[in-house]
Structure formats: structure tokens, C-alpha cells
């Protein structure tokens, strides 16, 4: 039995030590926003945050994760869409079929919290979140909308 702190509350979970952070928090924690996409942390559907830091939960190990870190997902990020990055996300209707959406939204969330005015090369650096539906121009125009201060 592992306890851990996933969005501000405590989880007691019974798992493998080996078992992926992301399903522990689909399966366990019944937590279904962070989306597995190939299991080997290129895509970044799987993104949360350890202790404000963006790390792709599908490869992360449950044994890996300290009894002290914090686990913030979607569903933390902002329970009632209020973030900025959330805003500006509906604002320019970034989505198109979605999947990859909470993660690059994690992945952004994290970037801005570090660097709150990224150039678009701090942007390809460190956003590597892979979109299918290829919404790039719009993500990247929201990072900037968020970093003007017009999100909402």
C-alpha cells in the first residue's frame, strides 16, 4: 500500500511498485483525464505534474514517486476550467479531436509557470507534446495569449 497526494488529496493505493503512474491514476484513483497514447513518453497525452514539473506519467514508475510529491492532473489543474492556459484554450478553440489536449494543456501550464513569457523557441523546446489533429498554430497562439495576459 502506497500513499499518494494527487491533486490535494490523499490516495491510498495498492499497486505493483513497477505499475505506470498513469494507470495507477485511471485505474486507482479513478482519475481518466490523463490519456494514454504509446506508452514510451514521446506523445505526452500522458502529462501531469510531479511536484510542478511536467513528467509523462506512462513510463514514470509508481515506486519512482516519493511519499512527499505532489501529484497535480487535469482534473487539479483547475477544477472549474478557470486556469489561464484553459482559457485561452477555448478562446481560440484549440482542440480539434481533443486526445492530446489535457496533456499539451499540463505540458503548457508547467512551461508557463517556469518561464511566463516563452519565445516561440522556448516554446519548440520544451513543448514536444505530439498533436495528431496538427493544432500547433493554435496552441502556440495561446501559449502567447496567456503570456500577454489575455486569457480571460
Known amino acids: 500500500m502506497v500513499q499518494l497526494t494527487i491533486n490535494g488529496q490523499m490516495h491510498e493505493i495498492e499497486a505493483e511498485p513497477d505499475t505506470p503512474l498513469l494507470w495507477v491514476l485511471r485505474e486507482q484513483a479513478g482519475l481518466t483525464g490523463t490519456k ?3 506508452g514510451v513518453a514521446q506523445c505526452g497525452a500522458c502529462t501531469v505534474h510531479i511536484d510542478g514539473v511536467a513528467t509523462r506519467s506512462c513510463v514514470m514508475p509508481l515506486e519512482a514517486i516519493g ?14 476550467g478557470s486556469h ?3 482559457k485561452a484554450w477555448l478562446a481560440l478553440e484549440v482542440p480539434q479531436c481533443g486526445y492530446c489536449q489535457t496533456g499539451m494543456i499540463m ?3 508547467s512551461l508557463l509557470e517556469t518561464n511566463p513569457k516563452p519565445t516561440d523557441d522556448d516554446i519548440n ?4 507534446n505530439i498533436c495528431r489533429c ?3 498554430n493554435r496552441v502556440r497562439a495561446a501559449i502567447h495569449m496567456v503570456a500577454d495576459g489575455k486569457a480571460g
Open 125 to 128: 523546446a520544451e513543448i514536444t
Open 134 to 136: 496538427g493544432t500547433y
Open 36 to 38: 494514454f497514447g504509446c
Open 67 to 80: 511519499a512527499d510529491q505532489k501529484i497535480v492532473t487535469i482534473e487539479g489543474l483547475s477544477p472549474d
Open 84 to 86: 489561464p492556459v484553459q
Open 107 to 109: 505540458a503548457v501550464a
